[in-house]
């Protein structure tokens, strides 16, 4: 810090208050943070969420989670392999790199979607299979 200007230390300094200030005052107030989560779960409770126990809408929420995470992971090649081809500078083994990176993420990307379609048309019906099963054996 001796190289840093008068300016630059005070400003330094007074951001390593803030963040230390910011720590120390999250375990301070820790209990309050679980009070406010333990509301939540009442309110939600009263609600009637989180009481979902079909098998099909856990899977179909499972299955979802997972093809989103794979859909941003695969933006985010796109993204790289833009970056890295713009970059490139006219350098034909960086090009072609980035063009194969880009086109594996489009295909990815296509997969993805179409899954995320497919499991979605099959969890629906696959809901109302064991909706209409259910009525017809309750008389």
Do not use: H
Not at 71 to 79: A, F, Y
Not at 101 to 106: D, E, G, K, Q, V
Not at 119 to 130: C, P, R, Y
Request: net charge positive; with cysteine.
């Amino acid at each position: 810090m001796k190289y840093l200007g008068k300016r630059r230390q005070t400003l330094c300094l007074l951001v390593l208050l803030i963040i230390t200030f910011s720590l120390v005052g999250g375990f301070l107030f820790q209990k309050t943070a679980f009070a406010q989560i333990d509301e939540l779960t009442n309110t939600a409770k009263r609600a009637g969420l989180g009481t979902e126990t079909e098998v099909s809408a856990i899977v179909g929420k499972i299955i979802g989670i997972v093809l989103t995470l794979l859909g941003i992971i695969l933006l985010v090649l796109i993204i790289a392999g833009g970056v890295m081809w713009m970059t490139a500078g006219g350098g034909e083994n960086q090009i072609k790199t980035a063009k194969a990176m880009l086109r594996n993420a489009f295909i990815g990307l296509i997969i993805v979607i179409l899954a995320y379609a497919i499991s979605q048309f099959v969890i629906a019906n696959l809901s109302k299979v064991t909706e209409s099963q259910e009525v017809q054996s309750e008389p």
